[in-house]
Structure formats: structure tokens, C-alpha cells
């Protein structure tokens, strides 16, 4: 399989500037990696394998929208939980003055629930929506969406990306060492769900982060923690998310490469950047 970008994919870096087209020289290591030099549009970047800088050995996921469909689900799941509860409120009377009940819409997903763990997914809307709960109505709703999202997964499994598969099997074929980085409590159950469960080296979700009392993204300790249980130091270890949240955590922890997956039609892409993404594709396959 060609390491090589493919001249019209829709990459850029951090600054905006396209990835150059395949270098006219390329050489051949018997060690199983097929190296295709790339170079930035600006000097002193030098890219090898599978679009990432030359230093890369470890490869840290996120699973929901990255490597898995998932993120269609949570969405659905979140809708529901809260939704139900914002139905609840206004019928209730309970509702004070500011408080903004409309319905829970995908951008209110991407802005202040995807990649957060879910307790600080629930916060983090209701206090974007100026409403004040307790504790105990927060972890109501949690559940609520934790309850929708195994229930619909056992009914319905879940597909990986065809492009992230492709990818995952590069990785491995190069030499590369795969982790896998994510919020959910659920990651086990989606990974054998999605068939990937061979892939990882070692998993840290949210049953990690609450074991070890780590912050949530997007402070950047569930990554570190990944590239710390793979052996390397961050510099040598790329970042792959689809969440502004995710993003953050990467650029925050100073990984040595931060891949944005804009799965939402390039509505997320200026925002990756601006977070601090090297570079921003749609499809993981894009870097092949």
C-alpha cells in the first residue's frame, strides 16, 4: 500500500498550507515500511510514513468518529437524555429566568458534549444553557444517555470506518504502535463490537479515567497516560481526534503530531486548526 498523499486530498496544516504533491525519490526499506518522502510547503518539515513527521512511532485514537461510527449514536443518545429532561424542566414549571429549554441540536454535540467524558459532557451544556442543577440530576442524565446509547449498540452493533481500517492496517504493516484513547466507559464494548479489538496495544477510556482520577480531555492526561503505558515520550506519539476537545488535549500534552478528522462536511476544520491540529482531513484514508 502507497504511503504517498494523493494530490487532490483535502489536507492542510495548522497554517493553512497544503501538504506538497509525492516526492519524485522514493526509496524502499525492507523492514516493512514503505517510505514515500513528503515535504510542508514550508522548509524543515519532513513527513514519512502514513502522513506523519519522521519521529512517530506510537499512534494514539480516539475511537468514537474516529475510528468507529459511534459518534452518530452518542449523538442520538445525548439527543434523547436531554431533550427529555428540557421537556421536563419547561413542564415542570421549575425553569428560572435565562434559562434556554430549546431542543438539543448536533452543533450543541460537537460544541460541549463529544470527546468530554459524560458527566463533564452534562455539565458543560446545562451551564451553556445557564440552567443549575444538583449532582444527582446530573448523573440522572448521564445514565439516561448511557442507558440509550448500550441499549441501541447491543440492538444494532456498530461499523468502523472503512478508511480508518485501511489505515489501522498500514499502521500495523509500518511498524507502528497502536493505542487507543477515549472518554467513553464503553470503549471495550465498541471495539468488539466494530471487530478492532485486536488493533490496540492498550485502551484508556473513562473507567481509566476515573480509576486513576485523570482530568478529562480536553486537559491532555488520558493521552498522556496512553503514550506513557505505550513507552514513549509525547513527541513521539500522534494524536488522532475528532473532537475540538480532543484537539485541545493533544496540542495541550505537545504530542508530536495532531491529526483532526472532520467528519461534519469541514464545518470543524477552521476550529481544528485553530485548536491546534497539524492537519485536518475528512477520512483517515486521506493520509494513505
Not at 519524485?24 to 518539515?45: D, I, K
Not at 434556554?100 to 444553557?129: C, K, N
Not at 471495550?188 to 485486536?198: K, R, S, Y
Request: aromatic share 6%.
Amino acid at each position: 500500500m502507497s504511503s504517498s498523499l494523493s494530490p487532490s486530498a483535502s489536507i492542510t496544516t495548522a497554517t493553512g498550507l497544503p501538504l506538497a504533491g509525492p516526492s519524485p525519490n522514493t526509496s524502499t526499506c525492507e523492514n516493512r515500511r514503505s517510505v514515500t518522502q513528503q515535504t510542508l510547503a514550508r522548509p524543515g518539515s519532513v513527513f514519512l510514513v502514513l502522513g506523519l513527521p519522521s519521529q512517530i512511532s506510537v499512534l494514539l485514537f480516539d475511537l468514537d468518529g474516529v475510528l468507529t461510527t459511534t459518534a452518530t449514536l452518542h449523538t442520538a443518545a445525548w439527543t434523547d437524555a436531554f431533550d427529555a429532561f428540557l421537556v421536563a424542566r419547561a413542564a415542570g414549571g421549575i425553569a428560572t429566568d435565562g434559562e434556554d429549554l430549546s431542543p438539543f441540536t448536533e452543533q450543541d454535540y460537537l460544541d460541549y458534549v463529544d470527546g468530554r467524558p459524560r458527566i463533564d459532557g452534562v455539565r458543560s451544556f446545562l451551564t451553556a444553557r445557564g440552567i443549575v442543577v444538583d449532582d444527582d440530576a446530573v448523573a440522572q442524565i448521564a445514565q439516561s444517555k448511557n442507558d440509550a446509547f448500550t441499549a441501541t449498540l447491543r440492538r444494532d452493533g456498530v461499523d468502523p470506518y472503512p478508511g480508518s481500517v485501511r489505515y489501522l492496517d498500514a499502521a500495523r504493516a509500518a511498524g507502528l504502535r497502536i493505542a487507543v484513547v477515549t472518554s467513553s466507559k464503553n470503549g471495550a464494548m465498541v471495539l468488539q463490537a466494530a471487530g478492532l479489538a485486536d488493533y490496540p496495544e492498550h485502551r484508556v477510556d473513562g473507567n481509566t479515567i476515573v480509576a486513576e482520577r485523570l482530568n478529562g480531555k480536553p486537559a491532555p492526561d488520558s493521552y498522556l497516560r496512553g503514550a506513557e503505558l505505550m513507552g514513549v515520550q509525547p513527541e513521539h506519539a500522534a494524536v488522532f481526534e475528532d473532537a475540538i476537545s480532543g484537539v485541545r488535549a493533544g496540542a495541550a500534552g505537545r504530542f508530536g503530531y495532531v491529526v483532526g478528522i472532520d467528519r461534519v462536511g469541514g464545518r470543524q476544520a477552521e476550529a481544528m486548526r485553530a485548536a491546534g491540529a497539524d492537519v485536518v482531513v475528512s477520512d483517515l484514508d486521506e493520509l494513505l
